[in-house]
């Protein structure tokens, strides 16, 4: 019985210790936020508010000193000309009073000595400079500088005061925000300092706790697995700290008692395994010897075999040319068995040899082009398809990886087994075609001969496997044989279609190349309508119209001295007769 696990588990414990440091650092982080924007609304008034007011002040200060100048030059002169700086600075005193009243709602002290120096100026403008303009201009300069008097000037002292009160209290308001954008900046870096100070408490707890409550029942447990690892699958394994590290324990005790278990098993099997291992390493040495037997059979067959069989041949071939006729019917009859018998028995032995060489004896992958093959083909079928007044046509041929010696054989093979087994009323026509189909090209030997029912549709690919006698048509029964054999070395497969509607069609398949797949992937993806992504499977108008389904191995034709030279693109044609 498992003992209870109590307390609070891994998962508890670091979400509690996570959500109080996130708690406080949110708090931290919104009274950083608060804090951050007051000390930027405090520089914004250092900046925009207290530093134009101060030269405003200024500027305030110099039009009224130019209005006090323009009014004693035109007291003392009496041109018209001298009052421009009492008119320019008025508007300039207008325009700077303007522009400071936009910046003290936040500012009532500055407000106020604002107007002081308004209503200030106002007085001297009433008792002093429109008076002395209104003197100058009726009684003339004399009486103009009599009203210049000392009490003029003290109150012209009197607005000089006023604004220098207003330039002190812009200051002052300037150094308490600037003292007010220190405070807070101190503040925000205070603020800063304790978020960093939480998180590094954190950071230090949540390390102790894990080393605690993980790295060192982790370490304990790995401690012990390596224990049981080592062999000692008796060690009960026992784990501390949180309720999910009790619960791994006690599944890795678990499998370790299933392992403890299941070890004697394995060991029971492993000895039945050696023993199995044994009688297959003796039978992997008796099918050395085997093949090694083989081996010697072929070579006998191509060499010591041969020769009797040439002699025998030979010499009832001579026996049939002395004699013939000499004899009577029946001894004639005789000789010719024994002709025929010696030839076909050569014949049987050299496609045997054939047969076992296809994936011995390799000469390695390269690119072969089908086109290329089929010309040799139709050299190498010319003396049959002469005899038989066929036609053989085919389409563009792909390029693709194997052994040009036996994919010559195979197509060899296919052409010469049409032509053998044609009708005799019509006239024999064979074609081949290729069509990508996903990453393999099918290829299809088409012909109108006799055809083959479909019952009988694999039996043709057996070895020594006849449909017809050998006298209807003559073989040995491998060429098909061979065919299947070279198409799975080859990584395809071959089969009969019989749903064409006259003669036989052979199919088979082979690995295209990439870069054909490739380009017929870029074509799907791009919708051309004619891309070459199933081949050129069309015949020409004058290819013929199916291969015929030959039900027998083919013999292996006559090769031709001269191999027909045939085009590479569109519809080829070899046509004897």
């Known amino acids: 019985m498992k003992p209870v696990v109590g307390g609070w588990s891994l998962r508890r414990r670091v979400i509690t210790l996570l959500t109080v440091v996130g708690f406080l650092l949110i708090g931290l982080a919104s009274a950083e936020a608060a804090m951050a924007a007051r000390n930027r609304t405090q520089i914004d008034a250092v900046l925009n508010e207290t530093g134009p007011l101060r030269v405003q002040s200024q500027e305030l200060l110099n039009a009224l000193l130019d209005q006090e100048t323009a009014i004693r030059g035109y007291a003392v002169s009496g041109d018209r000309d001298d009052l421009n700086p009492y008119r320019e600075g008025l508007a300039q005193e207008q325009s700077v009073t303007a522009s400071m009243r936009t910046l003290l709602d936040d500012y009532p002290e500055i407000s106020q000595e604002l107007r002081t120096v308004e209503e200030r100026v106002a007085q001297w403008r009433r008792s002093v400079a429109e008076p002395v303009i209104t003197t100058t201009e009726q009684s003339g300069t004399t009486a103009g500088q009599a009203l210049v008097t000392e009490s003029a000037r003290q109150q012209f002292d009197e607005v000089r005061s006023a604004v220098n009160d207003l330039q002190d209290e812009v200051l002052a308001a300037r150094e308490q925000t600037a003292t007010d954008v220190r405070t807070s900046s101190n503040v925000l870096v205070v603020l800063l300092i304790v978020a960093a100070l939480v998180v590094v408490v954190a950071g230090a707890v949540l390390l102790l706790s894990l080393d605690r409550m993980v790295v060192r029942p982790l370490t304990g447990l790995a401690t012990q697995v390596r224990e049981v690892a080592e062999g000692d699958y008796q ?113 049987l032995i050299n496609d045997l040899l054939a047969f076992s060489r296809i994936g011995r004896l390799t000469t390695g992958f390269v690119e072969v082009d089908l086109n290329k093959v089929m010309g040799d083909v139709a050299g190498q079928t010319e003396a049959a398809r002469q005899y038989a007044d066929a036609e053989l046509t085919w389409t563009e041929l792909p390029v693709i990886s194997g052994e040009e010696p036996l994919l010559t054989n195979l197509l060899a093979n296919l052409v010469s087994n049409s032509i053998k087994f044609r009708r005799p009323d019509v006239p024999s026509k064979v074609h081949v075609s290729a069509r990508l189909v996903g990453a393999e090209w099918e290829i299809t030997c088409q012909d109108n001969g006799i055809g083959i029912e479909p019952e009988f549709a694999d ?73 070459p992504t199933v081949g050129d499977t069309t015949p020409s108008t004058e290819a013929p119209a199916a291969p015929t389904e030959q039900a027998d191995g083919p013999d292996q034709p006559d090769r031709a001295d001269e191999t027909l030279e045939s085009g590479r693109t569109g519809d080829m044609r070899e046509t004897v007769g």
């Open 235 to 347: 060690h009960r394994i026992a784990t501390v700290g949180p309720p999910e590290f009790i619960r791994l324990g006690e599944d890795v005790d678990a499998m370790r008692q299933k392992i403890a278990a299941d070890l004697a098993e394995v060991r029971a099997a492993r000895e039945r395994i050696e023993w199995v291992n044994s009688q297959l390493q003796k039978q992997a040495e008796e099918l050395t010897r085997s093949n090694r037997d083989l081996e010697q059979f072929a070579y006998v067959a191509s060499h010591d075999l041969q020769e009797p069989l040439r002699k025998v041949a030979s010499f009832c071939q001579l026996l049939q040319r002395r004699y013939a006729g000499q004899l009577d019917e029946r001894a004639d009859q005789y000789i010719a068995f024994a002709v025929d018998g010696a030839q076909r028995m050569q014949r």
């Open 459 to 531: 039996k043709i690919f057996v070895i020594f496997q006849r449909l017809h006698s050998k006298d209807a048509y003559p073989g040995t029964g491998i060429g098909l044989a061979i065919v299947k054999k070279i198409v799975e070395y080859h990584g395809g497969r071959v089969w009969v279609d019989t749903d064409v509607p006259e003669g036989t069609a052979i199919r088979f398949t082979l690995p295209a190349l990439p870069e054909d797949v490739a380009a017929a992937t870029a074509a799907d993806a791009e919708g051309e309508p004619n891309a």
